[in-house]
């Protein structure tokens, strides 16, 4: 073998592992999560310094987000607006801890 033929295949070969383990990581993340799709903030009070007790729809269960941090500002921005604009959101729940993990539009 040539050299830029090794050198192309020691290239892919690299770059096919590393898009391997992103998308094992990605995915094992997504596996502890709870989807609720289309959904729209009912409530939204803050409980502790930092925390708030978010309801989505018609559901008798309550969730926490815990607002640390620049990007669970924008989380909960997001749920003040559902809340206010009754837009639908698509929100990540933590298994077992009904902690919000990820809010997207």
Same mark, same amino acid.
């Given at each position: 073998?040539?050299?830029?033929?090794?050198?192309?295949?020691?290239?892919?070969?690299?770059?096919? +592992?590393? &898009?391997l383990?992103?998308?094992?990581?990605? !995915?094992?993340?997504?596996?502890?999560l709870?989807?609720?799709?289309? *959904?729209?903030?009912?409530?939204?009070?803050?409980?502790?310094?930092?925390?708030?007790?978010?309801?989505?729809?018609?559901?008798?269960?309550? +969730?926490? &987000?815990?607002?640390?941090?620049?990007?669970? !500002?924008?989380?909960?921005?997001?749920?003040?607006?559902?809340?206010? *604009?009754?837009?639908p959101?698509?929100?990540?729940?933590?298994?077992?801890?009904?902690?919000?993990?990820?809010?997207?539009?």
């Amino acid at each position: 073998m040539d050299f830029t033929l090794k050198h192309f295949l020691r290239s892919a070969t690299l770059l096919i +592992f590393g &898009l391997l383990l992103f998308s094992c990581s990605v !995915k094992k993340n997504d596996e502890n999560l709870i989807w609720y799709e289309n *959904q729209v903030i009912e409530q939204a009070v803050p409980e502790q310094d930092s925390v708030y007790r978010i309801q989505i729809g018609m559901m008798a269960s309550s +969730f926490w &987000l815990d607002n640390k941090g620049n990007e669970r !500002k924008d989380q909960l921005s997001l749920l003040q607006e559902s809340l206010k *604009q009754r837009n639908p959101l698509t929100i990540g729940v933590e298994k077992g801890t009904n902690k919000i993990i990820r809010v997207t539009k």
